[in-house]
């Protein structure tokens, strides 16, 4: 095993909420910025701690563990959503995303969805394209009055083996 790649994928914890904001705002400002403009990252890069406190606990959500810090997050919304998946820069290109992305698939199946869909940003697209989800179509979206691009994107899964 590459000493990068993630040991293991657990349930977030409340304590993980400054390692996860963390994360996000190193993804968004580092990764995306070839992407994105410096208006529309700086739009994207904000948090509001208490908001994201609630809305973690509110879904189940992972977290990978690379060595002894947090890797990358990434969640499930019953509707099949994935909301969230980020991954910290310094991980990136070392199988966290895909180790995050097949325990979702996983508790998807687990809990009958058979469908998971997610808005993913022009960095993201490429990955998901490549594990199997197809590009929906653009998306324009506005956030904090700046507009941006994404792209919805689905997957449909197939039922777990008995």
């Not at 189940?60 to 810090?69: E, L, Q």
């Not at 979702?104 to 594990?131: D, H, L, N």
Request: hydrophobic share 45%.
């Amino acid at each position: 095993m590459h000493p990068e790649t993630p040991r293991s994928i657990r349930p977030y914890a409340a304590a993980d909420l400054d390692g996860v904001i963390a994360i996000f705002l190193s993804a968004v400002r580092k990764t995306a910025a070839r992407d994105y403009t410096g208006e529309q990252i700086d739009a994207w890069a904000q948090v509001d701690r208490e908001l994201w406190a609630v809305r973690r606990l509110s879904r189940p959500t992972w977290v990978a563990i690379a060595g002894r810090s947090l890797a990358g997050f990434t969640d499930l919304e019953p509707s099949g959503q994935l909301d969230m998946m980020y991954v910290h820069p310094a991980h990136q290109g070392r199988g966290v995303a895909s180790s995050l992305l097949e325990c979702v698939e996983a508790a998807a199946r687990a809990q009958g969805i058979s469908r998971i869909f997610t808005e993913a940003s022009i960095t993201a697209q490429p990955f998901f394209a490549r594990r199997g989800f197809r590009t929906v179509g653009p998306n324009a979206v506005e956030v904090r009055g700046v507009r941006m691009t994404n792209f919805r994107m689905e997957k449909l899964l197939r039922p777990a083996l008995a």
